[in-house]
T-cell receptor, first 113, second 115 residues
Framework: GENVEQHPSTLSVQEGDSAVIKCTYS??????FPWYKQELGKGPQLIID?????GEKKDQRIAVTLNKTAKHFSLHITETQPEDSAVYFC????????????FGQGTRLTINP | GAVVSQHPSRVICKSGTSVKIECRSL??????MFWYRQFPKKSLMLMAT?????????EQGVEKDKFLINHASLTLSTLTVTSAHPEDSSFYIC???????????FGQGTRLTVV
C-alpha cells in the first residue's frame, strides 16, 4: 500500500521568511496530493492540493510542487506570518472517487516574531 | 467551502459506558465519510470508511464491534464507542467527501476522555 514520508517533523522560521515542507510517496498510482493545516485542538483544514497532471500550483503565499518521477511533493509558504504556526500534513490518494488519504507524519511549523 | 460539523467537541465519560459522536455535512451531500483517530503529536490514523446506506469498511486492527459506525443519510454519520475504556481516550475526527471528488473536508474533532 501507499506510504508517505514527511520532513522535517519540526520547523522554526523567522516571520517573513519562507518555509518548505517535503513529502515523498511510494505508490506511483497516487495522483492526488492535498495539504492540510491543523491548529491545536481542531480538525485539519484543506489549504491546497495538486493533481498529478500539473507540476505546480499557487494560491497567494502558498504553493505546492510535484515531481512525479521522483515521487515527491513540497509545500512552500512565503512571507510567513505568526498565524501560519500550526501542524501541516501532506497526504496522497487517488483522484477516482472519494479515496482514503494516506497521511504523512506531520510538520510542526513555528513562526517566530 | 464545504462545511463539516462534528459534535460534541469534548466529552468525558465513565468506563463501561458508550459515547456517540456525530458528523454532519452542512452544505453538501456526503456520499463517503471517514473516521480517524489521532494520538497526541501524531498523524491521523484511519479507522473506517463509510458510504451512505452501506456497512462501514474498517481498517485492519480496528474493532468493528467496539467502534460502531452508521451512515444512514447523506448528511450524517455517527461513531459510537461502546463500552469505553481509558485507552479509548483520544481525539476522533471525521471527514466527508462527495461524488467522485477527491477532496475531503474535516470536522472540528472530538476529544474523548474516559475516566
Amino acid at each position: 500500500g501507499e506510504n508517505v514520508e514527511q520532513h522535517p517533523s519540526t520547523l522554526s522560521v523567522q516571520e517573513g521568511d519562507s518555509a518548505v515542507i517535503k513529502c515523498t510517496y511510494s505508490d506511483s498510482a497516487s495522483n492526488y496530493f492535498p495539504w492540510y493545516k491543523q491548529e491545536l485542538g481542531k480538525g485539519p483544514q484543506l489549504i491546497i492540493d495538486i493533481r498529478s497532471n500539473v507540476g505546480e500550483k499557487k494560491d497567494q503565499r502558498i504553493a505546492v510542487t510535484l515531481n512525479k518521477t521522483a515521487k515527491h511533493f513540497s509545500l512552500h509558504i512565503t512571507e510567513t506570518q505568526p498565524e501560519d504556526s500550526a501542524v501541516y500534513f501532506c497526504a496522497a490518494s487517488l483522484l477516482q472517487g472519494a479515496q482514503k488519504l494516506v497521511f504523512g507524519q506531520g510538520t510542526r511549523l513555528t513562526i517566530n516574531p | 467551502g464545504a462545511v463539516v460539523s462534528q459534535h460534541p467537541s469534548r466529552v468525558i465519560c465513565k468506563s463501561g459506558t458508550s459515547v456517540k459522536i456525530e458528523c454532519r455535512s452542512l452544505d453538501f451531500q456526503a456520499t463517503t465519510m471517514f473516521w480517524y483517530r489521532q494520538f497526541p503529536k501524531k498523524s491521523l490514523m484511519l479507522m473506517a470508511t463509510s458510504n451512505e446506506g452501506s456497512k462501514a469498511t474498517y481498517e485492519q486492527g480496528v474493532e468493528k464491534d467496539k467502534f460502531l459506525i452508521n451512515h444512514a443519510s447523506l448528511t450524517l454519520s455517527t461513531l459510537t464507542v461502546t463500552s469505553a475504556h481509558p485507552e479509548d481516550s483520544s481525539f476522533y475526527i471525521c471527514s466527508a467527501a462527495w461524488g467522485n471528488r477527491p477532496e475531503a473536508f474535516f470536522g472540528q474533532g472530538t476529544r474523548l476522555t474516559v475516566v
